[in-house]
């Protein structure tokens, strides 16, 4: 699907939708929990429901009453072997959250698309090997199969550098281990947020884990008990509505945002202010107003979901924007690092592209060019490119725009209530008479 964006003047206030990472993790957690848990505003997308469909697989029951709220009848750590392959689809957290919990089972394929398939596991897949867990995979990547066990040992190291969704797994699954597990890191963590998000939610369903440092976690022998949770606003998905204001140099507000949140993506609002916007911060709202931005260093080794918005940001800054630490968000739903730098560029801008850094130097909007872009299959990166396509000289084809259903499926609708102009682009059909 290609979507096309006119230059549009948007302002108004919308609504943030669910965390995506505390979703994914209270479908788990309540399948694991003992008795029925409902789990209240959840995100309806095809990442989260990938997680949901794999926790029915291993035996949760769900009573799904609306798109508001659903029960989930957990297992106790006692899954069902699944019928058939498990698959992921798109989702990279399903992927690899469910890897740890399926180790509770005897047998567990995990399979997905062309992106999942790419996307590195080799780091869990060792550590799952020194708790004795035997993996069959395509060279350390999905397909995989997993052949359970009671897991007796009690230490494990993994390398922290690639994904933080490797040490959530491990965490997630700890409580359901014979002795408790102890979690060693041999390098530096990256996304500590996210490992923080896991560690809360555990605590609400009841479950307590020893953190020193990032470098090392012990998770006894708990259960999970089943609970009430509602699932806070995205961050990750209302920083392009909250940089849309500031690229426009209109006024937006975004509901639905706690103040005080574990998500790492939260510092959108400091990185915005330091530009030059004027945010305003409420208990449960953000208000953004554009103003002249300026270019600064910025360091996302712990928030690199952000970087596609923050490229956006910087292509309209005033000087040079300097978006480092950035390796791992190569290892994204596409490599996110030479998609921005591709794709951003076609609009006139300046970046150059080194291995763990972007440098962008602004332009003016006047001069950025319409263009045809692509998402690379991203929903980030389709969302991100929106934002420019709305300031610039002409219109933009977004192309592969679809893939915004992986994580926010009314993206595109939540524009339009906003002012945005656009329409889908309508293939032709070749006559066959």
């Known amino acids: 699907m290609n979507i096309i964006i006119t230059p549009s003047k948007p302002r108004g206030k919308i609504k943030a939708p669910p965390s995506k990472s505390y ?59 699944p019928e058939e392959i498990i698959d992921v689809g798109n989702s990279g957290t399903t992927l690899r959250l469910i ?17 999942i398939r790419d ?24 397909p995989l199969t997993i052949y359970g066990k009671e897991i007796s040992k009690q230490e494990v190291k993994i390398r922290g550098d690639i994904s933080s969704q490797f040490i959530s797994s491990l965490l997630i699954l700890a409580p ?48 999970y008990k089943a609970t009430e949770y509602r699932i806070e606003g995205d961050y990750s998905s209302a920083s392009y509505f909250l940089a849309l204001a500031a690229i426009t140099n209109s006024e937006i507000t975004v509901e639905n945002l706690r103040k005080n949140t574990r998500q ?36 996302l080794g712990n928030t690199p979901d952000l970087l596609p918005t923050l490229v956006a940001l910087a292509c309209v800054a005033k000087g040079k924007t300097v978006i480092k630490n950035i390796k791992h968000a190569r290892y994204k739903e596409c490599d996110r690092v030479r998609a921005c730098s591709t794709e951003f560029r076609k609009f006139g801008v300046e970046i ?68 945005v102009s656009l329409w889908q682009e309508i293939p032709l059909v070749k006559n066959l008479e």
């Open 23 to 81: 979703t994914h993790r209270a479908f788990i957690l309540a399948t694991l929990a003992r008795g029925e848990s409902r789990i209240i505003d959840y995100l309806f997308a095809k990442d989260t429901l990938a997680t949901l469909k794999a926790c029915e697989a291993l035996g949760a029951e769900i009573k799904e009453e609306n798109e508001n709220y659903i029960f989930i009848k957990g297992t106790r750590g006692k899954l069902k072997k």
């Open 264 to 299: 790492g993506d939260r510092v959108i609002l400091d990185i915005l202010k330091e530009m030059g916007a004027k945010v305003v911060i409420k208990e449960d709202a953000v208000v953004v107003k554009g103003n002249e931005l300026n270019g600064i260093e910025i360091d």
């Open 352 to 419: 150059e592209e080194k291995e763990d850094m972007l440098i962008v130097k602004g332009k003016e909007k006047k001069k950025l060019k319409g263009c045809e872009v692509n998402s690379h299959k991203d929903h980030r990166m389709a969302m991100a490119l929106s934002l420019l396509a709305c300031i610039a000289s002409k219109e933009t084809v977004i192309k592969n725009a679809e893939y915004v259903s992986i994580s926010y499926p009314k993206f595109f609708d939540e524009l339009r209530k906003l002012g």
């Open 119 to 142: 996307r590195p596991m080799k780091p869990l897949l060792d550590a799952l090997s020194q708790l004795g867990i035997k993996v069959i995979s395509n060279n350390g990547k999905a």
């Open 99 to 115: 890897s740890g919990i399926a180790c509770l089972d005897k047998k567990v394929t995990l399979a997905g698309d062309e992106s």
């Open 176 to 223: 359901y281990t014979k002795r408790g597990l102890k979690l060693k890191l041999t390098t530096e963590l990256k996304s500590k947020p996210y490992v923080d998000i896991t560690i809360d939610i555990m605590k609400k369903f009841g479950v307590k884990v020893e953190n020193k440092d990032y470098q090392e976690f012990y998770v006894p022998p708990q259960v």
